[in-house]
């Protein structure tokens, strides 16, 4: 028995050969040995891979006796940006909300004393916080991923980042040269964004790319040879999320049609298991069953202002960080986040903001919660939607192909028996409003409604 064939035998039940795609993760592993700092790789395996499976199953363990705290919590830290992007639901023209150093570091602290050690750091320009260093500074034994286009990673920057080697940069690209323009609202932004992602891997950080798939970029960065391109530039993983069009200004005519969210989930699972390049999605288990990662509960969003949203896109809340009895108890103890997570679950695997918005507004209502952006508008927003397809597809299931993700994805990134109650099934509509069944042309029984 050769080496490789050892996996093969260990991970049989995980529904693929080995040797089919046994070149990937060698690849993949001494490319991110040779690009990345040490003190980061070191930082990423303890504080994200290895803590953050045991928050994982500590969030399992609690779930089963229907306590809910996420493991990943996602942190908006102010409105402001330099950019102007199309579809952006953040008040980036308003007056600067930001969530302060102390306000953070309780925040953080709390979590981490239940298990938590990841957190996603999002804005507005998350480097236009004048605190965001000081934060990764003074939170060494914690890992965060900061979503960022990049324009202000200076050799500065990056080498505090690379000095303390707590932090990844995930770093939007939204497509190339004239479509970057576009999608982001200002000039040379695709070289400028370039520059940045340029200066992170000089720098030696671990350092991704993010993309959300749309219209108008999905021909040229929904591509092997996009992906060739960013390996050759030293990217470590890339994240692909399709477009949602939310917001003040939603521009539904980017958004997705089926087939083109099937073609983005086949596109995904191929290049996993050839290209040398991690690749994230939060939407799928090993199987390609569509589930959402705040229905699971496995992750919730607060917004500049403190306020704890079911998702980032969701812009509505009962609570606050500034709640006296902490994060933990706060998220624990909603109401609100508890009525979401499970009537989301008993209607779709998918986006219940874009398959439902009739839904949404009536769990806002029946729960009184506010509308937390500054602009004030999030309710006509949400009554102007029509419904849409999302990640739920069913008859259009495209399981993982490499053994890797399979196995991650069975154990720690799952839909945690949220779907259990799922019934009530009612159909999903396209934007003109007609039913569709599976892209495959077959019509589908999950997506007549059910008594």
């Not at 803590?51 to 363990?61: A, P």
């Not at 996420?70 to 953040?90: A, D, E, K, T």
């Not at 192909?401 to 949220?418: E, I, N, Q, T, V």
Request: proline share 5%; glycine share 6%; with cysteine.
């Amino acid at each position: 028995m050769s080496s490789y064939d050892f996996p093969g035998i260990l991970f049989a039940d995980c529904g693929v050969s080995w040797n089919e795609y046994d070149l990937m993760l060698p690849e993949l592993t001494m490319r991110v040995l040779r690009t990345a700092d040490p003190k980061a790789l070191w930082k990423f395996a303890w504080l994200f891979g290895i803590k953050g499976m045991l928050s994982v199953d500590r969030f399992k363990r609690r779930a089963k006796k229907g306590i809910y705290f996420p493991p990943f919590l996602y942190l908006s830290i102010l409105n402001s940006c330099n950019l102007r992007c199309q579809g952006c639901w953040v008040d980036v023209e308003a007056p600067r909300e930001s969530i302060d150093l102390q306000q953070l570091h309780r925040l953080i602290n709390d979590a981490k004393s239940h298990g938590n050690s990841f957190f996603g750091i999002l804005g507005g320009e998350p480097f236009m916080h004048p605190q965001l260093l000081d934060l990764l500074e003074q939170q060494p034994n914690t890992y965060f991923q900061i979503f960022t286009n990049g324009q202000l990673i200076t050799d500065k920057v990056a080498s505090k980042l690379r000095e303390l080697g707590n932090a990844t940069p995930l770093i939007s690209i939204e497509g190339r040269e004239m479509v970057s323009d576009q999608r982001r609202g200002k000039k040379n932004v695709f070289n400028r964004t370039l520059k940045g992602l340029d200066t992170a891997i000089r720098h030696k950080l671990l350092t991704g790319v993010a993309t959300s798939v749309c219209k108008s970029n999905i021909k040229d960065l929904l591509t092997e040879s996009w992906l060739d391109e960013l390996i050759d530039r030293g990217v470590h993983y890339v994240w692909f999320h399709s477009y949602r069009p939310v917001g003040p200004m939603m521009h539904d005519d980017l958004g997705l049609t089926r087939e083109e969210l099937v073609e983005t989930r086949r596109f995904i699972t191929e290049m996993r298991a050839k290209k040398p390049i991690a690749i994230v999605d939060a939407y799928y288990d090993h199987e390609g069953n569509a589930l959402c990662p705040m229905a699971t509960g496995i992750s919730h969003h607060v917004n500049p202002k403190g306020g704890i949203e079911p998702c980032p896109i969701i812009q509505f809340a009962n609570e606050s960080i500034d709640d006296e009895r902490g994060i933990y108890r706060t998220l624990t103890e909603s109401k609100f986040l508890k009525d979401f997570r499970e009537a989301t679950a008993n209607e779709t695997r998918g986006c219940i903001m874009l398959e439902r918005p009739d839904l949404v507004e009536n769990l806002i209502e029946r729960n009184g919660a506010k509308d937390v952006t500054i602009r004030q508008t999030a309710l006509q927003e949400l009554q102007s939607m029509k419904p849409r397809f999302s990640q739920w597809l069913p008859g259009d299931e495209i399981p993982e192909k490499h053994w890797m993700y399979r196995l991650a994805k069975r154990f720690f990134y799952s839909d945690f028996g949220a779907y259990k109650n799922m019934q009530n099934v009612k159909p999903l509509h396209d934007v003109d409003g007609h039913n569709k069944g599976s892209s495959k042309g077959n019509a589908n029984p999950d997506l007549i409604e059910k008594d």
